[in-house]
Structures are given as structure tokens and as C-alpha cells.
Nanobody
């Protein structure tokens, strides 16, 4: 059974940091791309960061460049999203997703597997 389980969300003040984790199982993690997406109330889900686990490819949304870092721990089938200098507009439910693709995209379409999300709230 494929599973992606996000953790690490919470309430933080603006300027603070959080580290989200995506624990995966049930598929060959090393062969997959991993993406992080977020959805704020009343807004569409948007891509935040994604990376390939097979090639040196990472993409970030312009809104998070320089503040967020995506990384994988292939030994533990886990992906992380380090979020620094958080802003209230970063608030939302954060989802991780996995796709068997070499060149990942920040588009929400086409990802094979999704987690259930973790809430991030940044207070001003």
C-alpha cells in the first residue's frame, strides 16, 4: 500500500521556521520525484517545491525561493521541506506528492500519489 504521511506542521509566528517531513512507503522512493504543494482556504492548490530523486533537479515557486529548501533522505524514504522566514501568506495545508517522472513540475496535475496534508499557520 502506498502511503505518504506529512508531519511537522503547526502554528508559528512570522519570521519563524518549520520543517515538514513526508514519510513514504509502498513504492520505490529512489525512483520517484517528490513535490510539496499547499492550499489556503478559498484558494487553489499550488506548487511550492519539487525535486527529482534520480537527477539533480529542484524547482521552487518564486514566492518561496531563498526561504524554503526541499531535500530527500533516500535511506529513510523521507522528504523534507525546511521553511524559514515564514510569512502569514505561507499559511495553508501542505501536501506532499510523489510521481514516477524524471522532470517534476510545480503543476498539481499528474502526480501519482498524495498525502493527506499538514496544517501550517503563520501568525502576524
Amino acid at each position: 500500500e502506498v502511503q505518504l504521511v506529512e508531519s511537522g506542521g503547526g502554528l508559528v509566528q512570522a519570521g519563524g521556521s518549520l520543517r515538514l517531513s513526508c514519510a513514504t512507503s509502498g513504492f520505490p522512493f529512489d525512483d520517484f520525484a517528490i513535490g510539496w504543494f499547499r492550499q489556503a482556504p478559498g484558494k487553489e492548490r499550488e506548487g511550492v517545491a519539487c525535486m527529482s530523486n534520480t537527477h539533480d533537479i529542484k524547482y521552487y515557486a518564486d514566492s518561496v525561493k531563498g526561504r524554503f529548501t526541499i531535500s530527500s533522505d533516500n535511506a529513510n524514504n523521507t522528504n523534507s521541506l525546511q521553511m524559514n522566514s515564514l510569512k502569514p501568506e505561507d499559511s495553508g495545508v501542505y501536501y506532499c506528492a510523489a510521481d514516477l517522472i524524471v522532470w517534476p513540475s510545480l503543476l498539481t496535475d499528474g502526480w501519482d500519489y498524495w498525502g493527506r496534508g499538514t496544517q501550517v499557520t503563520v501568525s502576524s
